[in-house]
């Protein structure tokens, strides 16, 4: 596969990830948009890593650590909104305001 192709795709998720991230109102698309950011991020690492460094297997290692970073925010990200939910009533981002009670 070609790197032109692959960097494009990622330019297209991590362009798509900050539009819907933007956009979005609700709390839940954010969250599934910055997982498209980090989708993206790694996408880019893996490639550069296979393309210029295909000894060293850093671009891999820092793919791995932000796949760990994506899956703790996958588990504490829906636990903080549905706390917000209990909470406001409301999973929009513009009513969530947590500094007044």
């Known amino acids: ?3 032109e192709h692959v960097l494009v795709l990622s ?3 991590f362009y798509l990830g900050i539009y819907g991230l933007i956009t979005s109102r609700n709390l839940v698309r ?7 950011i980090l989708n ?3 996408l880019n690492f893996v490639t550069f890593c296979d393309f210029f460094d295909s000894r060293e297997l ?3 290692i820092f793919s791995i650590f932000v796949i760990a970073i994506a899956a703790a925010e996958a588990a ?7 706390s917000i939910y209990r909470n406001r009533k409301s999973n929009r981002i513009n009513q969530s305001n947590l500094l007044n009670k």
Not at 30 to 36: K, P, Q, R
Not at 76 to 82: M, N, Q, R, T, Y
């Open 11 to 13: 330019a297209y998720l």
């Open 76 to 82: 504490i990200g829906p636990a903080i909104v549905s």
């Open 30 to 36: 954010a969250i599934m948009c910055l997982e498209l």
């Open 58 to 60: 850093k671009g891999n």
């Open 40 to 42: 993206a991020v790694n």
């Open 1 to 3: 596969m070609m790197l």
